[in-house]
């Protein structure tokens, strides 16, 4: 499995993750009933003969308030939908239900539930039917009742990207990194992955959003930076907040050129300076709480070699009186 499969399946692979796309994502009544603390994964001794297409499927099982409910999570990568996910599905969920059938002691006991999840992250909208009947042909006579009904909840992140996402949650930070479009956007999610992940027991859910971005996410938006070295998501968080000062001098020297030839030097320049004031006043704010008037008014005075200047000294500043002696 390549690389970039792999930090997926890593980052899903850890339960307060899982537990977050649970809590925030699969927005039905029966997960209030679900003790997410009992999350755990499954091994799935089963086979088929599209085993490589399966590497990157998860089956978890947690605690209702009266029996296990599983959860066959099944992570889609290819650039477009699979219109017979639902056939997969069914045959993913029989060999299953006949695998956990060998393990039950009791052949006369009703089968747990299972919810089956496709997160789905390919660049266009994700069109196949999301149940098996859709992909039957209809028939008269009373022969349709016969069609097998199973069907599939799907988490289009194109879609998640539409609209707002539920605030403190893994998964939610998630998607708010992929979506991202600009060193803002990054900062910020990052300084909220790193408030939720803070905990002692949250350590190895740190490791898998570092490998995550370090080998998917962050090669992806800055293309020939240097971050195979950072080992952890604050160290990341720190490399953006000083990169940001870099952006900010090549969006200078790029508004130079454009100025030179379109007449509109001015007003490119001044643009991108505040687009970079209004950023390190976002990172102060994260770090110190509301800022005082007189701090406001010192970044908006401020060129780029002293915001420059003011990142560097923030990295290890304990105050704000700390980075420019307000």
């Not at 590497?55 to 296990?68: G, I, L, N, P, Y």
């Not at 069109?127 to 009904?149: C, F, K, N, W």
């Amino acid at each position: 499995m390549p690389d970039h499969d792999a930090t997926y399946k890593l980052l899903f692979s850890q339960s307060p993750v899982m537990a977050a796309l649970l809590r925030g994502f699969v927005r039905e009544e029966w997960v209030g009933t679900l003790d997410l603390s009992t999350l755990e994964r499954v091994p799935s001794s089963f086979v088929t003969n599209d085993r490589q297409r399966r590497e990157s499927d998860m089956v978890w099982r947690v605690r209702s308030r009266v029996r296990w409910v599983y959860v066959y999570l099944l992570l889609e990568f290819q650039s477009r939908s699979d219109r017979y996910m639902a056939l997969r599905l069914m045959v993913y969920l029989s060999l299953l239900y006949q695998d956990l059938l060998r393990q039950r002691p009791g052949e006369d006991d009703a089968l747990p539930p299972v919810l089956p999840l496709v997160l789905y992250n390919g660049a266009g909208r994700w069109t196949a039917p999301r149940q098996m009947s859709g992909l039957i042909d209809i028939v008269h006579g009373g022969l349709a009742r016969y069609r097998p009904e199973l069907r599939y909840l799907l988490l289009d992140q194109t879609a998640l990207g539409e609209g707002p996402l539920p605030g403190d949650n893994l998964a939610a930070t998630f998607f708010r990194l992929e979506r991202s479009r600009d060193p803002a956007e990054l900062v910020d999610a990052l300084g909220d992955l790193n408030r939720i992940a803070a905990a002692p027991a949250m350590t190895e859910v740190r490791r898998a959003f570092t490998l995550w971005l370090r080998e998917v996410l962050l090669p992806a938006r800055l293309p020939g930076a240097t971050i195979n070295k950072l080992e952890d998501i604050q160290e990341i968080r720190t490399m953006l907040a000083e990169r940001v000062i870099d952006w900010t001098e090549q969006w200078k020297r790029q508004g130079l050129e454009e100025g030179r030839r379109e007449g509109r030097l001015e007003g490119r320049l001044e643009g991108r300076l505040e687009g970079a004031q209004a950023l390190f006043e976002r990172l102060l704010t994260a770090r110190f709480g509301p800022l005082p008037d007189a701090a406001r008014e010192r970044l908006a005075a401020a060129d780029p070699a002293l915001l420059e200047a003011w990142s560097i000294r923030l990295l290890g500043a304990a105050s704000l009186q700390d980075v420019f002696d307000v």
